[in-house]
């Protein structure tokens, strides 16, 4: 699987954006789909995640209530909807798949064999 992130951008606090996720090589199906965002300095961290096949979805607690996630069967496509946006969700925001991660496991970047190239969120105060 290739995942191709995009979406990022500048954008002042309380503004949206929504990031994108494109597979190409397989379909999304049986992937868990996990969104991480890695900030300067700091470690890769678990932001959201979204079951394709049953559509449950589970958010970090800091961007619980402003982000959602979701997924577009016929374009193979995953996104991220971030709103009411600030300064500290700014990082370069990556997507990444697994076929495999158990659910106890899906927070840790070392379970995902693929990942998209990361993409810049910017949120200015």
């Known amino acids: 699987v290739q995942l191709q992130a995009s979406g990022g951008g500048l954008v002042q606090a309380g503004g949206s954006l929504r990031l994108s996720c494109a597979a190409s090589?397989?379909?999304?199906?049986?992937?868990?789909i996990t969104w991480f965002r890695q900030a300067p300095g700091k470690e890769r961290d678990f932001v959201a995640t979204l079951n394709w096949n049953s559509g449950r979805t589970s958010f970090a607690d800091s961007v619980k209530g402003r982000f959602t996630i979701s997924k577009d069967n016929t374009k193979n496509m995953a996104y991220l909807q971030m709103s009411s946006l600030k300064p500290e969700d700014t990082a370069v925001y990556y997507c990444?798949?697994?076929?495999?991660?158990?659910?106890?496991?899906?927070?840790?970047?070392?379970?995902?064999?693929?990942w998209g190239q990361g993409t810049q969120v910017t949120v200015s105060s």
């Open positions: 090589g397989s379909t999304f199906r049986n992937y868990k």
């Open positions: 990444a798949a697994s076929s495999r991660v158990i659910a106890s496991a899906v927070t840790s970047p070392a379970q995902y064999a693929w």
